[in-house]
Structures are given as structure tokens and as C-alpha cells.
């Protein structure tokens, strides 16, 4: 049968392309669409007018119909949430590999700490305050939002469970854990607005200070 469809044409023209092939090339294409729709979304969010934002300005940025858009996304939540994943990996993905590589809790410690002490891109922290407030006004973009610090701050309580694990068990990594997170989120807004702060020294007496605090004394 695969044989019968790729056969040419009695008059030498190339076969028409089958079904499955120009499925294939369509949902290629939509992909491709959607992830153009998805940067845009990111640079307009990125910027000062995100307040503005809307489903007809992305479409705009991508030269392509409003309906189009609307075909991708149902929305202008969908395209946040679509957002909010998207950049996942690249703030999230390399905290959950440094955690997550074998190692001990000081091998793994420093290179968490190589992470938290390099400064985020200045898109990427606009792109996440802009977040933030479409959090602060959509339920389902707040629950995305969520869902992503959840990661960040398990990555956190695992770095301490591996500690507590050192240590037989002897206490909780999710206070700590959660500490930890919490202070990396505050670095870095804090680190936007004074570029004198040393964020390797703070990091290194934030996590000395608590894995100190969590270990119980013999």
C-alpha cells in the first residue's frame, strides 16, 4: 500500500502528499505559529507597557490575524499560563540539576550557590514582575504561577533533605528549605535595586546559617 501511494502519477508528476504527511506539516507549522505567539507574548510582557497586554497586540507583534491567535490560545490567560511554562525551564531546570546531580549536600550546596549568585537577566525579572501582578488579578494565572514556586521552593527542600539524610533523618528539610527559597526570592529583588549587595557572601552565610540551625546539637 506505502508502495501504491508513493508511486508516481501515470503522467510523471510527483505523488500528492499522503494524509499523514500533510497532517504532520500542519501541526508542524501550528507549533511554530504558537511559538512565535509565545515569545511575543514575552517581549510585550517584558516591557513597560504590559499593563496593555492584550491577545491583539501579540497577534500584532506577530503579523498575524487576531483570529489566529485566538485559534492557539482562547484567551489572554491562556497565553500567560502558556508563558509561565515556557520559562520554566530556564529558571527553574538548572536549580532542579544542580539539586537533583549526585553529590553531597556541600557539593550540591555550591553549585545552588553558583546559581542564586548569578544575577537574573533584566528581561527575565521584569518578565517575572509582570507575572506577579497578572497573578494578583487571574485566578488561573496566579494558580500557574504557584505551581512553578512550588518547583523552585521543592528544589530548595530537597537540597535540605539530602542534609537531613546525612544526618539520619534528624529533622525536617521543609523549614529550611523553604527558608532558603524564600531568601533567594528577596536576594534577588534586593540585588535589582543595589548592585553594591555581595550576593555570593549572603548566599554562603544564609545557607551555612541554616543548615547549622536545622541540624540538631548531639
Not at 500584532?60 to 509561565?84: E, K, P
Request: include cysteine; hydrophobic fraction near 45%; charge should be negative.
Amino acid at each position: 500500500m506505502a508502495a501504491e501511494l508513493a508511486a508516481p502519477a501515470e503522467d510523471g508528476r510527483p505523488p500528492a502528499p499522503s494524509r499523514t504527511t500533510r497532517t504532520a506539516r500542519t501541526s508542524a507549522k501550528g507549533e511554530q505559529t504558537r511559538a512565535r505567539l509565545i515569545a511575543a507574548a514575552r517581549t510585550l510582557l517584558a516591557g513597560e507597557g504590559f499593563a496593555r497586554f492584550s491577545t491583539r497586540n501579540v497577534a500584532a507583534l506577530c503579523g498575524i490575524s487576531h483570529g489566529m491567535c485566538h485559534y492557539h490560545f482562547q484567551d489572554r490567560t491562556d497565553l500567560i499560563v502558556a508563558v509561565v511554562e515556557d520559562i520554566g525551564p530556564e529558571w527553574i531546570g538548572p536549580m532542579e540539576a544542580a539539586v537533583d546531580r549526585p553529590g553531597s549536600f556541600t557539593e550540591r550546596a555550591e553549585r545552588v550557590i553558583g546559581l542564586l549568585t548569578q544575577p537574573e537577566g533584566p528581561d527575565l525579572s521584569r518578565l517575572h514582575s509582570a507575572l506577579h501582578w497578572f497573578a494578583l488579578n487571574d485566578e488561573r494565572v496566579r494558580a500557574a504561577v504557584d505551581g512553578e514556586y512550588r518547583r523552585w521552593r521543592e528544589c530548595f527542600v530537597r537540597l535540605f533533605q539530602v542534609l537531613a539524610d546525612e544526618h539520619a533523618g534528624a529533622f525536617d528539610p521543609v523549614p529550611p528549605g523553604t527558608a532558603l527559597a524564600a531568601a533567594a526570592d528577596g536576594l534577588a529583588a534586593l540585588q535589582s535595586l543595589d548592585s553594591r549587595v555581595d550576593p555570593e557572601a549572603t548566599v554562603r552565610i544564609l545557607v551555612a546559617g541554616l543548615a547549622e540551625a536545622a541540624v540538631p546539637r548531639p
